[in-house]
C-alpha cells in the first residue's frame, strides 16, 4: 500500500513549524491503532514537549489492550493518554481540567496556553475541537482525507486551540501499518482493493480473536487461514457469484463494515509489543 499526495508534504510541514511554538500537544489518535495512527513527525520532533495521547473510539477496541496502550504511553513523563470516545463529550471536555493542572502555573500568571492538535482524518478530532471549542468550527462527517488547513481556535480561560490539517502520512517502511489503517477505513477504499484489506485483517483477527470470527459467521470449526475464513463466511452470508463461486469481494465489504462498527466486538489490531517490534524493524532497515 502506497500513498503519499502532494498536499501532505504541505501540512507535514506545517505541522514541523509549529511544533517548536505550542506548549502543549493533543494527539488523537484510534484506540484500536495508537501506533499506527500516530504522526511519526510528532514521535521524531516532539522532545519531552508534554503531550495528551487521546484514544478516541475506545468504544470500538478491546478494553484490555486500550489499557496496555495507556500504560506504555504513560511511562514517558511527559505523557498523559486517555481513553476516550467523542460521542460522550464529558470525557473530552475533562481533558482541560487535566491541561489546567498541567500549566497550573500559567493559569495563576495570567498566560495563554498554545495547544496544537492533531490527528489522521476520520479519527474524530472535528468531533473533539467542536467540543472543546463549545460550538461548531470544525465540519465532522465519515468521509476520510478531507484536508483544512491550520486555524487558531479560542478556547476559554486563554488556551489557544491550533487544528492541523487531517492528513495520512505515507507509512512507507510498514506495510503492516498500512493495512491496519486501511481497516479502520482510515484510507479511502480506492486506494487498495477490499479483497486484499480483508484478507490481511482476516489473518490478523483469527490469530488475535478467534472465537469472535467463528461466533458471528456461525462457523463449524475455526477456519484453517484467512482465505478458508472468508469462503466459509461468504458461503454463511450468500455471497455466492455465478457458477457457484465464493464472491470475495462481497463477504471482503461485510467483514470489513463489521469489523469497522465493531458488529465483530471490540477487536483491536496492535498491541505495544507489536509496535514496538515494527519500529525496530523500521529502524534497522533504514
Ligand atoms: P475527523 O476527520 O478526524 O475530524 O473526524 P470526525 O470528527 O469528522 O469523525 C469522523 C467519524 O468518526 C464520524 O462519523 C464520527 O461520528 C465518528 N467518530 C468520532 N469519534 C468517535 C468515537 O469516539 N467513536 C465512534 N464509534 N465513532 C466516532
Known sequence: INW???HMHKATKEIKQRLPSVDLIIEVLDARIPYSSANPVIAKLRGDKPCIKLLNKSDLADPEITKRWIEHFEQDKSVRSMAVTSHKPDQIRAILQDVRSLFADNFERGRPIHIMITGIPNVGKSTIINILAQRTIAKTGNEPAVTKGQQKINLPDGLFLWDTPGILWGKFHNQSAAY???????IKETAVSNDDIAAWAAEYLLRAYPDALVKRYELASTPRDEIDFLEQAGKRRGCISRGNQIDFEKIAKIFLTEYRDATLGLLSLETPEMAQA????????L
Open 4 to 6: 503519499f499526495p502532494g
Open 278 to 285: 515494527e519500529e525496530a524493524e523500521v529502524e534497522a532497515k
Open 180 to 186: 491496519r489503517l486501511a481497516t479502520t477505513g482510515a
